[in-house]
């Protein structure tokens, strides 16, 4: 069974292509984690998955950790396991949003003192003015830290007051990584004690928002079948990705925001795996639709390929080249050079860049700047 899943990358495209929603991506983690129970796990999958918590050691001496992989010889990387044509991601100073004075970073409880209005900005203007949840997640948060500034500053140009969590100890997870590993008591760890940190945030109807669709959607469907409990049920109905939320207030007349043309007059856009089979694809066209002047079109591409570590691993490289050459890289390099690549997935955007050598963007960027 471990040789007949070995290129499952994941997608949980059968979840909803199948006609009676088999779930293999859910299966392969049960399936591996009887596995590493048999054989263990090695230096290659063990630092990938404990990835959330090696960031924080990691983010003290960025620049030294991205040089590791170009010192150490080419032996040693085969040896790890490693694809050794394939780029690492470069960690960047963390994002801590510590400087941002108008974030309730000190996780503070949802009572009538902690909700008030938001800040009217860039000509927007809420008329259902609440808090929200922002959840950093640990990629973005050590790769990306932009897209998480792009992120807050499009909230509170919608009127909302964002609140970062603020876990005792580590930063909060999803257990994504672990998951993907079949390390499902570390994935059951890591979930529990964000599920108890969100709690009372839930309670209180406030959203739970976030924009890497792997690790969002994991609290809507792994979590509440891992932890099989009401609180993590709960979790999973308040937690939304940033344009799942838009789309929902914008278009019920919660809010409204004014969006200016951009640059770009059109805007190539790959959706996450996870995305599309959550059905949760529209409301990202939806919502980039309204910046004015931009033809938002989505690929018709299958997975990119890269499936978070899968494309990593030395012997699956080939074939996460050979999915991305399907309709995905062929479309990117076809896309005139004033066009827009957009992909809201991590990985998306690190094999875009690869194998096409465009920069795909993540699409709070795009709203981000038709802020004006």
């Known amino acids: 069974m471990h040789d007949s899943l070995d290129l499952c990358v994941g997608c949980k495209a059968c979840r909803s292509e199948c006609p009676t929603g088999v779930d293999m991506a859910r299966m392969k983690i049960e399936l591996l984690a009887a596995y590493r129970r048999q054989h263990g796990i090695g230096l290659r999958d063990r630092l990938f998955a404990h990835l959330p918590r090696l960031a924080p050691y990691a983010a003290q001496a960025p620049r030294l950790v991205n040089a590791l992989p170009r010192l150490l010889p080419a032996s040693v990387i085969k040896l790890i396991g490693l694809a050794p044509d394939r780029r690492l991601p470069a960690w960047q100073p963390a994002f801590d949003g510590e400087s941002r004075a108008s974030l309730g970073s000190e996780n503070r409880r949802p009572d009538a003192s902690a909700v008030g209005p938001g800040r009217t900005t860039h000509g927007a203007r809420a008329t259902g003015t609440r808090d929200v949840v922002l959840l950093p997640d640990t990629f973005n948060t050590n790769f990306e830290p932009a897209n998480l500034e792009a992120a807050i500053d499009v909230l509170e140009a919608c009127g909302y007051r964002v609140v970062l969590p603020r876990a ?99 805007a190539l856009v790959h959706g996450h795996c996870h995305r599309k089979a959550f059905g949760a694809l529209q409301p990202l066209l939806t919502v980039l639709s309204r910046i004015p002047e931009l033809d938002v079109q989505p690929i018709a591409s299958s997975c990119c390929g890269m499936a978070g570590s899968f494309g990593y691993e030395a012997e699956h490289y080939e074939a996460s080249r050979a999915m991305a050459e399907l309709t995905l890289i062929p479309a990117v390099r076809a896309a005139a050079a004033d066009t827009c690549i957009v992909a809201d997935g991590t990985s998306c955007r690190h094999q875009i860049r690869d194998l096409a050598g465009r920069e795909a963007v993540h699409p709070v960027q795009l709203l981000h700047r038709a802020l004006g």
């Open 168 to 266: 005792r100890g580590r930063a909060l997870c999803c257990g994504r990584t672990y998951l993907s590993a079949g390390l499902i008591d570390d994935a059951r760890e890591e979930a529990q004690r964000t599920v108890e940190e969100l709690r009372h945030w839930v309670s209180s109807g406030t959203p739970i928002v976030g924009i890497e669709p792997s690790c969002l959607l994991t609290l809507r469907d792994e979590v509440p079948a891992l932890l099989k409990s009401e609180p993590a049920r709960e979790l999973g109905r308040a937690a939304v990705l940033l344009e799942e939320l838009l789309d929902r207030e914008l278009g019920g007349g919660m809010l409204e925001l004014d969006l200016r043309p951009i640059q770009a007059s059109r």
